[in-house]
């Protein structure tokens, strides 16, 4: 078996507040392997991006991260600032939700990815750095790219800036790119070029990819592993197919019977009852207990364990040896 | 039904029969102009509304749907009057909202009602729940007591307490504010009510619970809905027909299953194969075609079809002349000059005019 690429054990991410330490990730255990896609689905608050922030270690100053984090036989959390800074951009590349305040507006499209070049590598010349850049957008499908690459961010679309963003993010060919909600700003015929474009770059430079996401369609078409997280929480892990037609979550299962089916196939929404948890005042036991319609009394005792459920599948659910046969292994068939 | 009820009426759909169109939207034009220099003299103009017919029947749903800046939520705020439309009429039964004078909006805007996307920007945050539910009912003159009961009953009836009203709208969640903004719209007992994007701030888990509290007050309130979104399986979800609007104009309006099951414009085609579904096996076998940049600006709209710039099948005859929204078949209108067939993909006619098209497929 290949060795993970990313090992992230017992990750703790809190935020001191006023009112006490809000809990954000709470022990985040999960792998990443090379090449493969994994997606991290949530709504929001559920520490999808809080957890990627902790392990770029790009997160604010006020945030207690605990745990170990191993990339590529590099302790993430504990290496020095200026290792950290050598491998982020290089090894490591992230993609951002909103490439406008992500990208800086006062330098060049070109001079950016020129930048992030130089910063790694100071052997290659500013010409050569420009040259690739060029190529790099091209690429990413930036139509005239040697005109393009002097432009500066503002005059790109919206989906043009993030394939700048694409560009620059596999400018050093990392090994693991984090995208975070890629393309959430970005309207749907442009959201599916972007995707587009990410499968390409990352089936020519085989790099993997840790895809964080709320849109469990955009995971369908995407990931090869799907992790689903709910206040703070991994509440279950499997291969995409063990998810969506497997599940053994009581909480997966409610996410994907309220979303409403283009091709018609449901005829009633069954959304979840009540609201989103409050992650100031965690609940004792199961955190999605009050909005379960599985809950049992079982269910306040202890924070669910996460149990296995198959081949490299777990859930967070005391209840999962009882819970019906999953509905979706038939209703999938539809095609 | 109380004796005050009668008295929140607008009267204009007295004498509209229920097979009639209850709004009629004609050639509405919404131009917002682009003006520069220091005598800020108009040098454009944005062209957010070109031109759209619609009709909107009685106890229905029209679902309007389009990708950012094609003009939807200028449309919806256009049938209000929440913006001035620059040409064209709407007509509320009997009545053309556009004419009417301020006063008489006033009173229109009893039967016409609006829910706005952002929760958080739609409600004052110094206002109690109570005021911001009743203040429509106030300014339209419901005696106070009655007011206080019925603003009560309303928050009850959208799943919130009637004691939720002394709070404040930070105390809410984004779902529980929509609710707020449901209790508000429906507190004059409206006719219609336009959905600006009512869904999609929120979260999946709290999105279903708001579409179905929709589906119920439609029933129990007799309401036609506008629904705007940009979510295309939403719309399908909510609404009984669908306008489908590319840069200011209709590409496409037909009822629900036509739409979604036959599309004849090659924009809803490729718009719909876009949409990522929840589910991979049918991901893994469905092909994607990928249109090519971006939507162009309403600034400086395309000649012709607007659409042919980024459409994969255009003609010459695409470049010059402007389609016209006909009848494609029955209940089923497009504005193409060579729509597709029942059961043509694109994708064939595509092939069959010799070009290529960047397909996405899963294997």
Known sequence: MTQPLLTVENLNVGFATKSGVVQAATDINFEIFPGEVLAVVGESGSGKSVTALALMRLHPDNTIVTGNVNFDGHDLLNMSDRDMRAIRGSDVAMIFQDPMTAMNPVFSVGNQIVETIRVHDSSVSKQEAWTKAIDLLKLVGVPEPKQRASQYPHEYSGGMRQRAMIAMAIANDPKLLIADEPTTALDVTVQAQVMEVLHEVQAETGSAMMLITHDLGLVAGSADRVQVMYASRLMETGSIDQIFYESQNPYTRALLESIPDIDGLKEELSPIPGNPPSLLNPLAGCAFRPRCKFAKDVCAIEVPPRIPVGVNHTSRCVLVHELPAPAGASAGDAS | MSATDQTV?????????????????????????????????????????????????????????????????????????????????????????????????????????????????????????????????????????????????????????????????????????????????????????????????????????????????????????????????????????????????????????????????????????????????????????????????????????????RCPVAQDKCKTDTPELVEFAPGHQVSCHFPLEVGETLLVRVKELGREAQVSTKN
């Open chain 2, 9 to 309: 009426e607008s009267g204009a759909l007295d004498g509209v029969g229920a097979r009639e169109p209850i709004l009629k939207i004609r050639d509405l034009v919404k131009e917002f102009p682009i003006r520069a220099g220091v005598f800020r003299r108009q040098v454009g103009a944005v062209q957010a509304v070109s031109g759209v017919s619609l009709d909107l029947f009685q106890h229905e749903t029209l679902g309007v749907v389009g990708e950012s800046g094609c003009g939807k939520s200028t449309l919806g705020r256009s049938l209000l009057r929440l913006v001035e439309p620059t040409s064209g009429t709407v007509m509320f039964g009997t009545e053309d909202v556009t004419l009417a004078s301020k006063g008489r909006l006033r009173e229109l805007r009893r039967d016409l009602q609006m829910v706005f996307q952002d929760p958080y920007a739609s409600l004052n945050p110094r206002l109690p729940i109570r005021d911001i539910v009743g203040e429509p009912m106030v300014i339209h003159g419901v005696p106070k007591k009655e007011a206080r009961q019925r603003v009560g009953d309303l928050l009850e009836r959208v799943g919130l307490l009637a004691e939720h009203g002394n709070r404040y709208p930070h105390e809410f969640s984004g779902g529980q504010r929509q609710r707020i903004g449901i209790a508000r719209s429906l507190a004059l007992r409206p006719k219609v009510i336009v959905l600006d994007e009512p869904v999609s701030a929120l979260d999946v888990s709290i999105q279903a619970q708001v579409l179905n509290l929709l589906d119920e007050i439609q029933d129990e309130y007799d309401l036609s809905f506008i629904f705007i979104a940009h979510d295309l399986s939403v719309v399908r979800h909510t609404s009984d027909r669908v306008a489908v609007m590319y840069l200011g104009r209709i590409a496409e309006v037909a009822d629900k299953n036509s739409l979604y099951e036959n599309p004849a414009h090659p924009y809803t085609q490729s718009l719909l194969s876009a949409v990522p579904v929840a589910d991979p096996r049918r991901e893994r076998s469905r092909s994607r075609i990928i249109l090519q940049g971006d939507v162009p600006s309403p600034a400086h709209p395309p000649s012709g079809c607007r659409f042919h710039p």
